[in-house]
């Protein structure tokens, strides 16, 4: 990501991703609390070999990027791709007038990184929150990991 990028614009980059990312693994909805989010949010960041392209993301637990990155999702004007709805659960939101098959090149070309990137950071972190609090639209093609294989 360029140096330029400042902390709103790279929240925003953050949530379209996940956003795309749950897309891809299938996941409608996150009905864990914020506590446990910014836990696994936490973990998944400081393993994500792309997180040091966005410095101005925050992972600490008292001071944590995740809940503003998806709760001004709606709002922020650089939500090309995806939001999110945060009225009880979590609901990535991506946007039905892009062809599957676009989202990929669109997404790399709005945040600088790949599908495959984001997907990574997205199970790495459903795979920190209890199986119960990841809804999945099909469940047949969930793999034993919990999250099932890009759909994109």
């Not at 972190?125 to 990841?134: R, Y």
């Amino acid at each position: 990501m360029p140096v330029a990028m400042n902390e709103s614009t790279q929240q925003n980059a953050l949530q379209q991703g996940l956003a795309v990312g749950c897309r891809a693994l299938g996941i409608t909805e996150i009905t864990a609390d914020w506590d446990s989010v910014k836990q696994s949010f936490r973990r998944a960041w400081l393993t994500w070999d792309q997180a040091h392209t966005m410095p101005a993301i925050r992972h600490d637990l008292v001071h944590s990027s995740i809940r503003p990155a998806l709760v001004r999702s709606k709002t922020r004007p650089g939500s090309l791709i995806a939001s999110w709805s945060c009225e009880g659960a979590l609901r990535p939101l991506v946007r039905e007038d892009i062809a599957p098959g676009a989202l990929p090149d669109l997404l790399a070309l709005v945040t600088a990184i790949s599908l495959e990137d984001w997907i990574e950071l997205t199970r790495s972190l459903v795979a920190g929150l209890d199986d119960h609090d990841v809804v999945h639209e099909d469940y047949s093609r969930q793999a034993t990991s919990g999250t099932p294989e890009p759909a994109i």
